[in-house]
């Protein structure tokens, strides 16, 4: 069982930056396979970052590519997305997701890939 909690959202101008956080429970973090998805009201969750076991390989699609970067700290059993050049559609509730990996390569995109989740940090970027 893993538990995450999500902290770091916030309301911010257009063009800012924020740094997401996600604490895990557990001593088998290094185990997981981690990402990041959000929902705005109305939308379906998109995915937005994931990253491996290791920390040695990241995915992003093309709508935050180059300006979000996902990292992990498997010490601190935490995992971080640094959102810059932020912009008002970025503007959702941003989730925290682990996915149990054998393989310490994988990466995933998909949500139903994942086997746990936080409950969500709201991103609000204005105008």
């Known amino acids: 069982q893993v538990q995450l909690v999500e902290s770091g959202g916030g309301l911010v101008q257009a063009g800012g930056s924020l740094r997401l956080s996600c604490a895990a429970s557990?001593?088998?973090?290094?185990?997981?396979?981690m990402g990041w998805f959000r929902q705005a009201p109305g939308k379906e969750r998109e995915f937005v970052a994931a990253?491996?076991?290791?920390?040695?390989?990241?995915y992003y699609p093309d709508s935050v590519k180059g300006r979000f970067t996902i990292s992990r700290d498997n010490a601190k059993n935490t995992v971080y997305l640094q959102m810059n050049s932020l912009k008002p559609e970025d503007t959702a509730v941003y989730y925290c997701?682990?996915?149990?990996?054998?393989?310490?390569?994988?990466?995933?995109?998909?949500?139903?890939?994942?086997?746990?989740w936080g409950r969500g940090t709201q991103v609000t970027v204005s105008s």
């Open positions: 557990g001593r088998t973090f290094n185990n997981y396979a």
């Open positions: 997701a682990a996915a149990r990996a054998v393989m310490i390569q994988s990466i995933m995109t998909i949500s139903t890939q994942y086997n746990y």
């Open positions: 990253i491996n076991r290791s920390g040695g390989s990241t």
